[in-house]
């Protein structure tokens, strides 16, 4: 019995002590087309992952390391270039307003959009896909009780098929993001007779209509794609084969690349960047993306459950959140620790269409010191700010064992305190800090947090980012704990802002509005946005045809990658 | 004898009865949960999250959330992985072999080297070879093993190349011995030096307290050779305290060596945990608990039946 409880003893520290791999890092931007002298075929490649896909279904699957693998294996209807255009992949063309494909019906609350299919092409074992594929697509996401999530499909009311290869699906509103809601076609033909896919090879060996098609499985050691032959494009894939490898860290991944044990790696931090640059055999792939590292304020009072309109003592003061922003050195930060691989940040949308740029106020102590001065917050003796026998002193929370974050940290709260502000350290797991659940007792959703550091990655259409984290409705409450408005940001022209940009399809006011929502923010200095960030893959350099998109992983054209002979 | 074990095995029912609804607790204290893994994804809704704990049943009252997967758990349906949607017996029947081939190699190996490293230190006390060995497995003992893992894995993978970085295969390439034993050594290396630090110090305090015993002297005047006077009368007896370490180290067996299959990304039970602890995936982590509870209440059985068999002194009541 004593040693059982040892046992448990030693494994508790075990656990405390592995920590959890830093969350996906991020997506990202400038495209660098490997210069491609004329390609070869044949050969396989190995990519190093250091997550392994609990499941390979797209409906079920929330890591992102499930779509590195897809990527080569399942297809949707439409897809994103690096520029966030939409572009057709199945599809004939993205239906949209202009060519007729996409119409609001006649009381203009609703909208029909008419999907073409490119005729002949085939899944990966030879069966035909049709148009009734897209509609079981549909019914699979809205019946499974496990799917991920129903983004899009909840809102579809219905869909016809005129014939084999068009599909017409109703929506119940105007649902804006329409052309990526059909990402990842399911077959029909393969599946309608099982009862619980989850209990099926499906998801483990997933059939698709990609350049490549899973051929083996090993948990937790590799996953081995090999080249569909029933592929559309009879030029591509030009490599044989592909493993996916198990590595247990990002650091053993880089370790394997340079002894030439892979061939390309994914998910490397800014601090590996210097390793690779100096070795002449490797490459590295860096593409700015949409994640956007942040310390929101919180500007309501500091305690489980506030009144959404109470007021927090310190950070109620808009001087006091304006001196925070001045005082922070987000240039000096991505030079020193993220070795100059990453952006400042400006708000929530940093890529796409709704980009919003306007930058914040740069780096300016003296700034900080006059906002609180003026503000009437008085230095101490020993330094720290008070006001009304209220001292400056905050909490300041992010993911424990995150080494990146715990040294901004450490640069922020020495910045600070030089403005005389005093910032206590009080990090959480990610399992926790991150869980977005109230039981989970996430601090943002009970609102039990000062300033409180994260990054989040929105999508191509910013609506889904911006309505639940920035309307004075999507405040967390006890009775309702749905919303993400995290720093209690209450503005009613934001508000009307959202709504009104969520009920059309007009792409110019749409962004006009996301535009007006993310300047009422900044101009409440409620966030400071630390830095956009990039996603950094490398390669060995005898893998060719690369190229980075901001709004998918590295693997997304993997059909199109060679290796020299 | 029969009665005692059987007394024992039925005092175990209560105990892992116990072990599982305090195991069960823990998990469900700790916060996160296993939805928090969907959070992130922009698009996962409160609704999203109430069907998802519906479908995994973690909705219902904790009681009864316990009292229905205790109740499959003895018919033999271990439930379903949240995050992968596969048989738990599965997940371990798939991890299972790796964790065996990796532990059971160990298991031959560190006996093999501390019995005679151990008689060896014994037999010469304070010998530059017994301060040697003592240095030695003092180091190693103190050493933590994701440390003297990652050191290994950099002088003979990195700076030498003569063995791989980590897994227990090549992938991609066919099934190859050679190939698997390369794997192999740096893994067996890491839990092998340290737990042959512990073993060859228990082997040699009891040997020397052996070695003191007066039958020892009779042996001797009686002019057996000294071979046989340690071998035979020596080693029998002061390996008795051995075989109850070893057999208490029967559980590793099934659990595997967390931190070594974590550095070496060894595809085994010790993996599988920590995933399924960070996913928070209770059914995973509640069948592994289970099992590995139950193996060590038994081992702790049968090294004290063994114990009582080797040595005729203890009586058991």
Redesign the interface.
């Known amino acids: 019995m004593r040693r059982l409880s040892l046992a448990l003893a030693v494994l508790s520290l075990v656990l405390a002590a592995c920590g959890q791999p830093a969350p996906g890092g991020a997506t990202s931007a400038a495209p660098t087309v490997a210069a491609s002298a004329s390609p070869t075929r044949g050969g396989t490649a190995i990519v190093a992952i250091w997550q392994f896909p609990a499941t390979l279904a797209a409906h079920y699957a929330n890591q992102t390391v499930t779509d590195i693998v897809n990527n080569g294996v399942i297809e949707g209807l439409a897809e994103t270039n690096t520029n966030g255009e939409y572009i057709p992949t199945l599809a004939t063309k993205v239906p949209t307003i202009a060519n007729g494909g996409a119409k609001l019906t006649a009381d203009g609350k609703k909208l029909d959009v008419t999907w073409e299919l490119k005729p002949g092409i085939k899944w990966s074992d030879g069966t035909p896909l049709t148009s009734a594929d897209i509609k079981y697509t549909w019914e699979i996401w809205m019946k499974d009780p496990k799917v991920n999530n129903r983004t899009g499909f909840s809102e579809i009311e219905s869909i016809d098929l005129p014939n084999d290869l068009t599909a017409v699906v109703h929506y119940k509103s105007i649902y804006a993001p329409y052309p990526l809601n059909f990402g990842s076609l399911m077959p029909k033909a393969l599946l309608e007779k099982e009862t619980d896919i989850s209990k099926t090879d499906y998801v483990r060996r997933p059939l698709g209509t990609g350049p490549f098609k899973v051929t083996e499985f090993k948990t937790d050691e590799s996953i081995t794609l090999e080249k569909n032959t029933n592929y559309r494009d009879t030029t591509r894939p030009y490599l044989d084969k592909i493993i996916f490898k198990s590595v247990p860290s990002s650091q053993v991944g880089l370790a394997q690349l340079k002894a030439g044990e892979v061939h390309a790696m994914w998910n490397l931090t800014e601090a590996q960047t210097p390793e690779v640059e100096k070795e002449s055999s490797l490459a590295l792939l860096v593409v700015q993306g949409p994640t956007v590292e942040r310390i929101e304020l919180n500007t309501a009072i500091n305690k489980e459950y506030p009144d959404p309109s109470s007021v927090h003592p310190i950070l109620g003061d808009i001087e006091m959140r304006k001196a925070l922003l001045y005082a922070t050195p987000k240039q000096q930060i991505i030079d020193k620790l993220l070795f100059g691989k990453a952006k400042p940040g400006s708000s929530p949308v940093s890529q796409g269409w709704a980009a919003y740029k306007e930058p914040q106020e740069s780096y300016d102590p003296k700034k900080a010191n006059e906002a609180l001065d003026k503000a009437g917050w008085v230095k101490g003796s020993d330094g720290i700010r008070s006001k009304g026998g209220v001292r400056a002193s905050l909490t300041y929370a992010t993911t424990t064992g995150d080494q990146l974050r715990e040294r901004v940290q450490q640069v922020l709260v020495e910045e600070w305190k030089a403005i005389g502000v005093e910032v206590k350290i009080q990090n959480q797991p990610s399992s926790v800090l991150l869980s977005g659940s109230c039981t989970g007792k996430d601090p943002r959703k009970l609102g039990t947090f000062d300033l409180l550091m994260y990054a989040s990655t929105p999508g191509i259409d910013p609506h889904a980012t911006i309505l639940p984290r920035y309307h004075s409705k999507q405040i967390p409450t006890q009775a309702d704990c749905s919303g993400q408005n995290y720093t209690r940001f209450k503005n009613p022209d934001a508000d009307q802002a959202i709504e009104d940009a969520g009920g059309t399809l007009d792409i110019e006011k749409r962004r006009a509005n996301y535009a007006k929502v993310m300047k009422a923010l900044n101009d409440a200095y409620v966030i400071i946005w630390m830095y956009d960030r990039a996603n950094i893959d490398a390669r060995v350099t005898g893998l060719q045809g690369w190229q980075g998109n901001t709004w998918r992983r590295f693997t997304w054209n993997i059909g199109d990658w060679w290796l020299k002979k | 004898m029969g009665r005692y074990v059987l007394r024992r095995l039925l005092q175990a029912l209560p105990?892992l009865f116990a072990?599982s609804v305090a195991s069960f607790a823990i998990l469900k204290a700790t916060?996160?949960?296993p939805?928090?893994?969907?959070?992130?994804?922009?698009?996962?809704?409160?609704?999203?999250?109430l069907?998802?704990e519906?479908?995994f049943g973690l909705d219902r009252p904790l009681p009864i959330q316990y009292l229905s997967w205790l109740g499959s758990f003895v018919t033999g349906d271990w439930g379903?992985?949240f995050?992968?949607?596969?048989p738990v017996l599965m997940?371990i029947g798939?991890?299972l072999p790796n964790t065996l081939m990796l532990m059971g190699t160990v298991f031959v190996v560190v006996p093999l080297l501390a019995i005679p490293i151990g008689v060896l230190t014994a037999v010469r006390q304070y010998s530059i070879f017994d301060h040697a060995v003592t240095g030695t497995t003092f180091t190693f003992l103190s050493t933590p093993t994701?440390w003297l893992g990652l050191l290994l894995?950099i002088l003979f993978?990195?700076q030498l190349?003569w063995l791989?970085?980590?897994?227990?295969?090549t992938?991609?390439a066919p099934f190859d011995l050679v190939d698997r034993l390369r794997h192999l050594i740096l893994p067996v290396a890491t839990i092998s030096l340290v737990q042959l630090g512990s073993h060859v110090r228990y082997l040699r305090a009891s040997m020397l307290e052996t070695i003191g015993q007066d039958y020892m002297r009779t042996a001797r005047a009686k002019g057996l050779a000294e071979r046989v006077v340690v071998l035979r009368h020596a080693l029998k007896n002061a390996a008795i305290p051995l075989v109850t370490v070893v057999a208490?180290d029967i559980?590793e067996l099934f659990v595997g060596a967390?931190?070594t299959e974590?550095?070496?990304?060894w595809?085994g039970m010790g993996?599988?945990f920590?995933?399924a602890?960070?996913?928070?995936d209770y059914p995973v982590l509640q069948g592994i608990l289970a099992v590995s509870?139950t193996l060590?209440?038994l081992s702790?059985l049968i090294a004290d039946v063994t114990y009582g068999y080797l040595d005729p002194r203890i009586r058991y009541s």
């Open positions: 105990l072990i916060p996160g949960g939805l928090a893994a969907y959070e992130g994804n922009p698009d996962f809704t409160e609704q999203d999250r069907r998802l519906h479908a379903y992985g995050a992968s949607h596969q997940l798939e991890r994701f894995i993978g990195l190349r791989p970085l980590g897994g227990v295969s992938p991609g208490l559980p967390l931190v974590q550095i070496f990304g595809p993996r599988l920590l995933d602890a960070f996913r928070s509870s060590i209440v702790n």
